[in-house]
Every structure is written in structure tokens, then in C-alpha cells.
């Protein structure tokens, strides 16, 4: 049976009819995993969020030019650091050549071969190339992997499978990289 979580975002108070006359809806529906997630606005008159809480951050250093480093604990910790309750962990990562993903943390060889089978299909030179850096290869591969997750949280606790883990990908390393992560609280 799924769950149903509500969460706050902004309504259509004051927001003109578009596309035919409809308006914006002031929930949206999101299915994560089997959990029915419900958000629905929560503003102030003059439509700027309430009670806006700063997505909190926390560094990363990577010792490779290309690796997966598991960051589940470090973005469960900070869930940890308040009374969270149910909702959503949105981690983004604010780097054009590092990504983040969910996948397998029970076994590291799962890792080299994403990371074999990125440096296969993406060479790191290729004499059509243009970018003056060098690490257009690393470009691409984080756009590939992606800038963000988003992750269901019940009971203060990310509801990630058996077997998954939250990683940064980093592709032009090493580096100091930056991690942000914001709990949005649901509403029951």
C-alpha cells in the first residue's frame, strides 16, 4: 500500500489564466517508489515561501580524476541533525563535471564498471573537440549522470532499497566538490 505525503510549495493566488484559460493547479502529484507524494503551496501574502529554510551543504574530496563516492551517510546525517519526519531529500550537486546518482553501495565493482563502460563510450579526447580546458568528456558525463536525486525520507530516515547508496560522480578530479541537500517536510 503506498503512502500519501503532502509537502508546501507556493499557490495560484494572483496568477493569470494561461494556455486556454487554465491556471496553475496548486498541488502536484509526484509518485516516488510506490509513496504518493501531495505538494501543496504554502505562502505568504505576498507569495515568498514562510519559514524558508537554507539547503545546508557539505564538502566532498574526491582523489581520482574519475570516481564514485558514496555520500548516503553524510546526507543522512544532516537529516539527523533536526526532527525530520516524512518527505523528500533533494541533494544537488553544483558542478558542471560531477554528477550524483542512486545505485548499488553493497558491491564497489558495480562502480568501476559504470565508470569503464563511461570512459568507453565517452573518450577523453577526440580531435573534433573545441573546449580549450581539455575535459569535455567530463562535461558530458556529468550531464549524463545527472545534478540531482531527490529521495523519499520517512521517519527522519532516507527510504533508499537494500542495496542502493547515494554517490557523487566525479569526473575531472580531483577536487573539493560541493554538496547540497535539502529536506522538504511533508505533511500527513
Known sequence: SARHYSLSTCGTEGIQPRLGGSTFPD???LLFFGHRVRMKSKCVNDDRLEGREEMETFNVRSNQSMEFIE????????????????????????????????????????MHDIIADLQ???????????????????????????????VPVEGGQIALGTWQGIFLCEFDGPRTRKVYVKFIPGIE
Open 71 to 110: 555520500i548516503t551517510h553524510q546526507v543522512q546525517n544532516l537529516l539527523h541533525q533536526e526532527d525530520r519526519g516524512n518527505g523528500l531529500a533533494y541533494v544537488f550537486i553544483p558542478h558542471t563535471t560531477a554528477g550524483v546518482t542512486i545505485n548499488e553501495n553493497a558491491d564497489p565493482t558495480v
Open 120 to 150: 568507453r563510450l565517452i573518450p577523453s579526447r577526440q580531435p573534433y573537440y573545441k573546449h580549450r580546458e581539455g575535459n569535455s568528456a567530463s562535461h558530458f558525463m556529468a550531464s549524463i549522470m545527472g545534478s540531482s536525486v531527490v
Open 27 to 29: 498541488r502536484l502529484h
